[in-house]
């Protein structure tokens, strides 16, 4: 059985840096509380490992402790980070810029008169804190249906969740634009969603079936299951390798394998570890660089070449 590991799978810089810039608050204030908002990032074992560290998850700003209190990854509404400046919190914001620059986006285009339309899942951390930018004129929208119900607005704008689906927006946008032929449209997937999303459709093509480790609480994990099945391909969303089910693979001369943005690489690692133990090998992709996951297998660059 050969596996393939997904191109783009795993961190995204905006998961990176949050993970980093907590860690390095961590080792600043060892004796200090620090609580994070819901969740740094989607993923269990990412917030495990700082439960370990007494970096505790809480869901309100009243609930924090007197000390640290973090925004994680996903951002938001400028009401939360009121109430943690008015009890006096030491506020660390680690929303990632590509989600802060959706929250200047909508907020200058209301300013300007615009209702905004965002391209959401419904209670997602990130859509609950842009909706919260200007909750009267920023409204979340999640089917092309919905917009025949919209009331006849003037001005209309388009934005988007980080982590939504390129075919979903496509879609959105052609029904919003029959309504509002003078739509704005702001494309604010991130780069990063992007290129997963391409990487998982390039692996569902070659592989019979596909694993994409993650949490069930990640949209863009979730939706990188969704784009192998849409493609006819058995896929499993699981959080770690004890998720793996021999059966899925048995009998497959090919199995992919991608990961959530917000993954650690040790469970990318843990899972081809399993699959491998089930007689797989990890085959690189034409040209693809397997170092940062498997350091044998990496290609030699330029700098080993010149050596
Ligand atoms: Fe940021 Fe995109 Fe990652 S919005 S946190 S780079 S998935």
Redesign the pocket.
Known sequence: MIIHLAREAGF????ERAIDMVQAARDRHPHRPIDILNEIVHNRHVIDDFARQDVQSVHSVEESRDGIFVIS?HGVSPEIVKQANGRGLEVLDVT?P??TKIHRTADRLVRRGYEVLLLGDEGHDEVEGVLGVAPEHIHRIRHPDEAATLPDWDQVALVSQ??QGMSEFDQMERALKQRFPHLEVHNTI?H??EQRQEAIAELAALAEAVVVVGSANSA?ARRLRDIASEMGRPAWLIEDERGLDPAWVAGRAVVGVSAG?STPDKLIRGVLARLEEWGGTLTPLPGQDLGRIRPELALAGPSQQEC
Do not use: P, Q
Not at 12 to 15: I, K, L, Q, R, S
């Open positions: 995204c810089f905006g998961v990854a990632c590509l989600v980080t982590t991130c990063a969603t863009n943005a």
